[in-house]
């Protein structure tokens, strides 16, 4: 049986996109893994919103900078992903890797998420993150909406998703 | 003038292969809820910041008062004991 | 195109649990996945014992934080440590990952990597050895207790 089974790969176009949706996601996985490329037109903060919620989300990361490191939270907005992609200003052409893992997406029960991310850049500044994310409710995760919290993912980026079994 | 409303790629995975995707534009209430939120995370961001630099600011009095022999005040103390 | 992730087992418990074992691992595999997704019946720490094995010391670097305070902690133990002091699981949803490669080579010690998360209750991940050259094949997870709902997942990756 395949356990690890791609479902979509998104990859931005020309106009860029604020927003990458998923809808009527599949029930018949255990957890959901999502990898992602992502550049910015502005700034690096965005957010992994199941079912288009934006209530209920509690989160706490470790990071480095390149230069330091620090720890930030616990948060309970839903900007859930600080400094994940890559903003304008790094690199021409490099984009964050990101790995998001969802665990029990169909449970009856609050959702964890772990987040793994590096942002390249050809200097310095380049953020390492790993982020623990909790969305508080019960209801099963029927779509996902990765979106930047201001202005777009630019071309190429890309994400994909998976369900696990 | 270029139409710079922001768009969402949407994959409806009911649908078969091919025919998943769509582009369409956020809707106005979505534009209104993003900005609402950024300006709410900003707020709490400033915060957290201002808290950060006041701490930062005890412990560089608490450490010039260690040095000169004055005496440090609860909030300086606890700080610096562990 | 071959799936190299295989589905091998999940558990769940139905009543509040101390100890999980997975025994008898099968060993067609490279290496081996496990997510553990649950709550705790209290605040506790959480750790793996491989292959039953209390005579050894297995070396683990462990780094957390519970948003008010990060922590590192080199040691070793006889259980590998997943999570610790700073950052307890307790009846908020956790989830722990733990990758262990060449599980079932014997040239070569094993090494692991795990990822646990708590929400706001903190983060981390472990770095850690099991320092025998034996294949695994088992696994017991402890804590203080394992919550009815709480699924141990198991996957195997092959080369």
């Known amino acids: 049986m395949s356990a690890m089974t791609l479902v979509s790969t998104v990859t931005v176009g020309a106009g860029g996109a604020a927003n990458i949706e998923w809808t009527n996601i599949p029930q018949t996985g255990k957890d959901l893994l999502i990898l992602t490329s992502l550049r910015g037109t502005s700034g690096a903060n965005a957010r992994i919103l199941p079912n288009n919620n934006s209530s209920n989300h509690t989160w706490l990361r470790l990071f480095g900078t390149g230069s330091s490191t620090g720890r930030s939270g616990p948060n309970a907005n839903a900007s859930n992903l600080q400094d994940i992609p890559n903003n304008p200003t790094s690199t021409a052409n490099t984009f964050s890797n990101n790995s998001i893992y969802i665990s029990n997406y169909t449970a009856a029960a609050a959702k964890s998420m772990l987040v793994d991310s590096v942002q390249e850049n050809n200097a310095t500044a380049a953020f390492q993150v790993i982020s623990a994310i909790t969305w508080n409710n019960t209801a099963a995760i029927t779509s996902l909406v990765l979106q930047l919290d201001s202005n777009n993912f630019v071309q190429n980026s890309s994400a994909s998703l998976y369900i696990i079994s | ?82 | 195109m071959t799936m190299a992730y295989t589905f091998i087992s999940r558990t769940t418990v139905s009543s509040n649990t101390a100890t999980v074992t997975l025994d008898n691992l099968t060993q067609t595999f490279r290496d081996l996945v496990i997510v553990v997704d649950g709550t705790l019946s209290e605040a506790a720490s959480a750790s793996i014992r491989f292959n039953n094995r209390t005579d050894l010391q297995l070396p683990y670097i462990n780094v957390q934080t519970n948003g008010n305070s990060t922590q590192i902690v080199l040691s070793d133990n006889s259980s590998l440590i997943v999570g610790g002091d700073l950052v307890q699981f307790n009846t908020n949803r956790f989830m722990i990952q733990v990758n262990i490669f060449d599980y079932t080579q014997t040239d070569k010690h094993k090494s692991v990597l795990s990822r646990f998360s708590s929400g706001q209750n903190g983060l981390g991940m472990t770095a850690g050895r099991f320092p025998a050259t034996t294949a695994v094949t088992r696994l017991d997870f402890q804590s203080w207790m394992f919550a009815p709902g709480t699924t141990f997942t198991v996957w195997g990756v092959s080369a």
């Not at chain 2, 292969?17 to 939120?37: N, W, Y």
């Not at chain 2, 900003?42 to 201002?50: F, G, H, L, T, W």
């Open chain 2, 1 to 82: 003038m270029a139409d710079t409303t922001p768009m969402k790629i949407i994959v409806d995975l009911s649908k078969p292969e091919g025919e998943r995707e769509s582009i369409v534009p956020l809707t106005k209430e979505e534009i209104r809820q993003r900005e609402l939120d950024i300006a709410n995370f900003k707020a709490e961001q400033e915060a957290r910041e201002a808290e950060e630099a006041a701490k930062e600011a005890l412990k560089v009095s608490a450490r010039q008062k260690l040095v000169a022999g004055e005496p440090l005040t609860p909030e300086e103390a606890a700080l610096l004991v562990l």
